[in-house]
């Protein structure tokens, strides 16, 4: 798997310039806890919870909510601004929408990213015979490398 590496001060730049103008398009406005709640998951290569992003914005915002979170979270996820990765029970939040893989511990719950060439099947986005692909997301299922050791 390829090394956890954290955005560049651009990339942050451009996600949060493409959350502000899918704000406006929607008719949202940009308040500070939505900006605050998306820059924690677009700064993190951690993909982290809801509560983790909670517990984080809470230290600038406090009377923050997590229901506010978790609303705002599945908000993000339906602009297409972010995917929800992991299992049900412990569910993760990853803003870097270039194309990539997750790969999630079954024992720890850890989620890694995998980039290609490493991603062992080529999928796409695009025409098929039933519709349009607009985002694949795929996750494979194992044991990490520290829980095996």
């Not at 940009?30 to 809801?50: C, E, K, Y």
């Not at 339906?78 to 270039?98: I, N, S, W």
């Amino acid at each position: 798997m390829q090394p956890e590496t954290v955005p560049t001060s651009q990339e942050i730049a451009r996600r949060l310039a493409d959350f502000e103008t899918a704000c406006r398009r929607r008719g949202l406005r940009v308040t500070q806890q939505r900006r605050a709640i998306f820059r924690t998951v677009a700064v993190s290569r951690q993909h982290p919870s809801a509560e983790s992003v909670w517990k984080t914005v809470r230290k600038q915002t406090s009377n923050l909510s997590l229901d506010t979170v978790y609303r705002t979270l599945a908000a993000l996820e339906q602009m297409g601004l972010l995917v929800r990765v992991g299992t049900p029970e412990k569910e993760r939040f990853d803003a870097d929408m270039r194309s990539h893989a997750h790969f999630i511990c079954n024992i720890c719950g850890e989620v890694y990213d995998i980039f290609p060439p490493e991603i062992p099947c080529h999928i796409q986005t695009g025409p098929l015979a039933c519709g349009k692909t607009q985002r694949v997301n795929i996750q494979f299922k194992g044991i990490c490398n520290r829980c095996r050791h």
